[in-house]
């Protein structure tokens, strides 16, 4: 095996444990910021004015999210159900 076959093979394997790592790692929302969802690869986060008004108008039909609330991707569409993923994986209704 070459030099060059040995390490894009590391190399790949060190992209599987990264994304691996990556996706098992708790959402950070912020105070003060906001996050938008705008379709399929298309997240974004900024900080959010602070006058009050302008909180208040984002409240006026704001939703809390549920606790055991899962998001998941489906053909390009972000969905939403209740439930949870034991550590495997598995989806379980509450």
Same mark, same amino acid.
């Given at each position: 095996m070459t030099k060059l076959s040995k390490t894009l093979?590391?190399? +790949?394997a060190f992209a599987v444990i990264a994304t691996s790592a990556f996706s098992e790692a708790a959402w950070d929302f912020k105070a003060g910021m906001a996050y938008v969802y705008g379709g399929? %690869? =298309?997240?974004s986060a900024m +900080? #959010?004015?602070?006058p009050e008004r302008n909180h208040e108008a984002m409240m006026k039909n704001? =939703? =809390?999210v549920?606790?055991?609330t899962v998001f998941f991707m489906d053909n390009g569409a972000l969905y939403y159900t209740p %439930?949870?993923?034991?550590? #495997? %994986?598995?989806?379980?209704?509450?």
């Open positions: 093979i590391a190399t +790949a399929p %690869g =298309k997240m +900080a #959010t004015a602070s704001a =939703k =809390k549920p606790e055991n %439930g949870r993923l034991d550590p #495997t %994986g598995n989806f379980y209704v509450n």
